[in-house]
């Protein structure tokens, strides 16, 4: 279990935290989640996050990647969320 901003996240939740942003920005852009490849989409500090070395996924990383763009589907219920959030994070950057 790690500590984030208080709340006791399990390794799997951790996980998908860390994929969670790419993923987002890769569906945002028109991308399909089938497209979606981690290497070179996701920063130190994601990889950090999801428990692996930088463009070294594993098993536990894949099925966190599959939680996540369950939630994030176009036509599921976090998908406005996401979308707003990735919009304003993007704008943010620049």
């Known amino acids: 279990m790690q ?9 799997h939740r951790r996980r998908m ?3 969670a942003g790419a993923i987002a920005e890769h569906l945002w852009q028109d991308g ?3 497209d979606f490849w981690p290497e070179g989409n996701m920063s130190e500090s994601d990889w950090q996050m999801a428990g692996c070395e930088p463009d ?3 098993d536990a990383f894949w099925r966190a990647i599959d939680s996540v763009s369950r939630m ?4 599921g219920p976090m998908w406005p969320v996401v979308l ?3 919009r304003r994070l993007i ?3 620049r």
């Open 17 to 19: 935290i860390g994929v």
């Open 32 to 34: 399909w989640i089938e």
């Open 91 to 93: 704008v943010e950057s």
């Open 72 to 75: 994030f589907r176009v036509d």
């Open 56 to 58: 070294q996924p594993d």
């Open 3 to 11: 500590i984030i901003d208080g709340t006791i996240v399990d390794p």
């Open 84 to 86: 707003r959030e990735a």
